[in-house]
Nanobody, 120 residues
Framework: QVQLVESGGGLVQAGGSLRLSCSAS????????MAWYRQAPGKQRELVAR???????DYADSVKGRFTISSDNAENTVYLQMNSLKPEDTAVYYC??????????????WGKGTPVTASR
């Protein structure tokens, strides 16, 4: 069993910053990639940023230059530093992890989500 615990969401004025974190625990053999998705009201869930176990990253065009994804592989933790937040960044942010369990089974897991609101 794998658990993801997210933290760091909240309310901030437009232009402000927040840092999200997500820690994975359980029967983990190795993580292949970690990511943050978001879902705004009435919209589909979309990829915000992704990082592989080798450190490669990619970002949605809408957040490039403002958001930075990073990870601590030893702690199975991924972070999302969000700067210059805009009202359109308001959404529930979900952590996503792809990993191999101790039994060698590939699995993907989602966090429960943490809300981020950037007010005008």
């Amino acid at each position: 069993q794998v658990q993801l615990v997210e933290s760091g969401g909240g309310l901030v004025q437009a232009g402000g910053s927040l840092r999200l974190s997500c820690s994975a625990s359980g029967t983990i053999f190795g993580i292949t990639s970690m990511a943050w998705y978001r879902q705004a009201p009435g919209k589909q869930r979309e990829l915000v940023a992704r990082i592989t176990n080798s450190g490669s990253t990619d970002y949605a065009d809408s957040v490039k230059g403002r958001f930075t994804i990073s990870s601590d592989n030893a702690e199975n933790t991924v972070y999302l530093q969000m700067n210059s937040l805009k009202p359109e960044d308001t959404a529930v942010y979900y952590c996503y992890v792809a990993l191999f369990t101790a039994r060698g089974i590939m699995g993907t897991y989602w966090g429960k989500g943490t809300p981020v609101t950037a007010s005008r």
